[in-house]
């Protein structure tokens, strides 16, 4: 038996390649956190609007009339965090430790060791 | 039987969780993520104006030592069963080809409570589950909404207890964490079996070694072989008594492992909050009489005397009901 993704819980861009989806442009937004309370707010309000992995009705893969599904969306949101941005918008210690060091230590100091 | 021990009944439900799409209400979402969210935003006990103030819906009733709501989203893959090296080799078991695994068809909501129960019937889990759904109905409809065929089964106290009997699972490790003293156990009555484990045991060894003599003795005159189907007989009722005792020992053994432990002493909750209340109460009297326990002249010790037969008034350590503790408050 396979393992059965929850699929609500999964980002869209990882699951899916929106360039062969209709998808061709791309556009990166940084924001910085100053008010923790605030951003963790931002979040909050923008989590309904990310794109997950939940399928979309398509012609080959129809979902029922009537079902709750997943509409495809104008545009494809997506998120993601540095480990200086969690800690931003402060999150529990206890959370931050457990991430891998890679990740704490970001792009820009790992850069150096790829030839 | 673990399910009732040590007069706490502890109830292990596991929930299958649905696994269609559905709207939160904000987004479009998977029951399980909403569930979590949900289970997120339940006070664990009497919170801090700091955390909203909120407090658990577990403590609108005096029934609930504990309650716990885990999510079980898949069982976990232990890695490859072990097998010897020697019989792979013969079998030629392809080490690179994966076994087969286990996964679950649904997310479980596992829901484990223990409360006060004198016989552990399943009336009493009733009458709990019942009291619950009357107490905190709101708060649990927004955590079962998730789970599989609740919306169309519950209805009210009754469909609630029905539904989530037969969600019921055997709890198999009970949390008995009352026990001040342990408890005072009858000992298995070793006595009893003694002779008749030395009588039978005494008829096989000579029905036995009768029978070896016998046939030994046969050896020089086959006169003696008439004598064997008696010392055989013997040796078998020997064996078939002894057999018969030991699996008699044995199932009073394992019917006296499954009965329940008695009840601690004052282990129900009143009893418990009462307790807790009244140390509280009296680590501030300890703090406020310092100065009269300091003093040497009578005054004092007539004042301290005075505070204490009032602290005695106030608390009433005898009296459960009033002044207690609240269910559900979390302090010295």
Redesign the interface.
Known sequence: ????L????IQGNILRAYGKQGFPKGRFITLHIDDAAKGRKFVTDL????T?A?PWPSSRKPIAEG?????RPQVAVNIAFSWYGLLALGIPTRTLRGMPYEFIDGMMARAPMTP | MPTFDGGHYFLTALIPVRTDVMNDGRAVTSPVHALRKQLSMIPTAADTPLRGGGQSPFARNRRNHFARFVIIDDVAYNGRLGQSTALNAINQVNLTVAQPQDHLKSPFLVFVADFDAKSGSNAERNSYLVELWNTAGQDLREIFRFCQGFDSRVTDGTTFAAYMADCQIETTMSFNDYYADPPALPMWPADMYKWPVIVSGGALLLGLGATLLLLVAALFARSWLSWLPYSFGLGLVGAVALGLIVLTAYMSVMAAGGKPFPSAQDSDLPTVLKALHLRSAFTRFVIDSQMQAAGTDAASAQKLYDDFKSFVTETKPHNLDTPTQAPGVIGI
Do not use: K
């Open positions: 038996m396979a393992v059965a929850d699929l609500a819980d989590l309904p609007g990310i997950t939940l079902a709750v599904r997943a509409e």
